[in-house]
């Protein structure tokens, strides 16, 4: 596995573990009258992360960032205990974009003795990564209710680049009447055009050379898209190309970008999403139609 970096030296910021000492600060916020917006996290922060809390940080007073690695969410044969940790790095790498204070529970604290209850958001969860990963969408959504229950943010900003997930905590907000506003936060990318992930550091150097291709041919598809041509032209050329690359294409759809519907023929307006395996290393993104770019 590649080398994370290192940490930053200067900053710090105060971690809490407990919801009540989470709570007792935000309430100490709120009683000045202070707006508040969450970023929830994994950990292993990088550059993609800390424009979330940037954007958080432009739209709400104060900015809690939270990591857990959610148990829940993680098929039985993925990178649970392989996934990377390192809490004073991220830590610090938090505090330098801007978040005020890190929300850092054990699994005790999340999942107490006799936890018992599971949140299922349906039909935006059906297929896409929900079809290759039973179960990861109830362990996202059992999460991420709760941490919007412990902290009560104001807004709280989830990145483009998982955009399935982002569409099932809009569902699941609007759903359960939970009173925040979701927002969604730009794909950052290598210079290349990778997008961001803590994955990556799973990739050999030769794997890393080739998942560039990854971005370059579903933003291919989406100029096709674009320019007419049917979706299952587009994206049978699309999926050839990654192949003879060597990923093994888990899916590639062109979805409706609201509510992930099946698309066909020719559409003026679509997300295209991927996934595929490098290797043992599972890589997502997507791109919009027509493209940005
Ligand atoms: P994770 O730690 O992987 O659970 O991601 C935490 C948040 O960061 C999620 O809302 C992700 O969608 C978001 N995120 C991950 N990678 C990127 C990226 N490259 N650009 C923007 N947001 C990202």
């Known amino acids: 596995m590649r080398n994370l970096g290192p940490a930053p030296m200067t900053t710090e910021i105060e971690t809490v573990r407990t919801v009540a000492d989470l709570r007792a600060r935000v309430s100490a916020w709120r009683a000045r009258g202070g707006s508040l917006a969450m970023v929830p996290t994994m950990g292993a922060i990088h550059e993609g992360h800390m424009s979330l809390v940037r954007q958080a940080k432009g739209l709400a007073g104060h900015v809690v960032a939270s990591i857990f690695v959610n148990p829940l969410q993680f098929g039985p044969s993925e990178d649970f205990e392989a996934y990377p940790r390192g809490e004073a790095r ?32 349906a039909d935006i969860t059906e297929g896409l990564c929900g079809a290759s990963r039973p179960d990861h969408f109830d362990g996202v959504a059992t999460v991420v209710a709760k941490l919007l229950l412990q902290c009560g943010p104001d807004v709280a900003i989830f990145g483009e680049k998982d955009y399935q997930q982002l569409l099932v905590i809009k569902r699941l907000v609007r759903d359960l009447n939970i009173p925040v506003k979701i927002v969604g936060g730009a794909i950052v990318r ?9 994955r990556n550091a799973y990739l050999s150097a030769e794997e890393r050379e080739t998942a560039p291709l990854l971005y370059a041919t579903i933003q291919q598809a989406a100029h096709a898209l674009a320019a007419g041509h049917a979706t299952e032209h587009a994206l049978e050329s699309a999926r050839a190309a990654l192949e003879a690359a060597g990923f093994r294409v888990d899916y590639l759809e062109a979805r409706d970008p609201e509510t992930l519907a099946r698309l066909s023929g020719s559409v003026a307006t679509a997300r295209i999403l991927v996934a595929a395996f490098l290797g043992k290393t599972r890589l997502i993104d997507n791109v919009p139609v027509p493209p940005r770019a």
């Open 190 to 198: 290598e210079p290349d055009g990778l997008a961001l992930s803590s």
């Open 90 to 121: 991220d830590a610090a790498l938090l505090a330098e974009a801007g978040a005020d204070l890190l929300f850092a529970p054990g699994a005790g604290e999340m999942y107490p003795e006799g936890f018992a209850t599971t949140v299922h958001v």
